[in-house]
Nanobody, 127 residues
Framework: VQLVESGGGLVEAGGSLRLSCVASGFTFNDNIIAWFRQAPGKEREGVSCIRPMDGITNYVESAKGRFTVSSDTAKNTVYLQMSTLKPEDTAVYYC?????????????????????WGQGTQVTVSS
């Protein structure tokens, strides 16, 4: 299993970024992709998840209305479109993969339950 994130960078508050997570080594539609982030000195926290097989998504409260997760099954890629970014969104963003039941409209599993992670991509939002 390999997950490769990209798309991070430096952006001003109020700006946008689109992160990508390219997956390989497993059946994309049989699994889910979740996005997590970790700010300096803080624990890694969940952001969003998507189940490519049926498009089910879930977001944590801080991401609702600003972030949109989507998938392209032809490219085995999941995207996280982030808009109206705030300085508190500054973190390393990671994607993780897990079984299809790890993501539902009601929520997604905690970070400790995911075995496969990408290397992360840095997002910095300046004020």
């Amino acid at each position: 299993v390999q997950l490769v994130e990209s798309g991070g960078g430096l952006v001003e508050a109020g700006g946008s970024l689109r992160l990508s997570c390219v997956a390989s080594g497993f059946t994309f539609n049989d699994n889910i992709i979740a996005w997590f982030r970790q700010a300096p000195g803080k624990e890694r926290e969940g952001v969003s998840c998507i189940r490519p097989m049926d498009g089910i998504t879930n977001y944590v409260e801080s991401a609702k209305g600003r972030f949109t997760v989507s998938s392209d099954t032809a490219k085995n890629t999941v995207y996280l479109q982030m808009s109206t970014l705030k300085p508190e969104d500054t973190a390393v963003y990671y994607c993780a993969s897990g079984p299809y039941y790890y993501c539902s409209s009601n929520g997604f599993r905690s970070r400790d339950e995911f075995d496969y992670w990408g290397q992360g991509t840095q997002v910095t939002v300046s004020s």
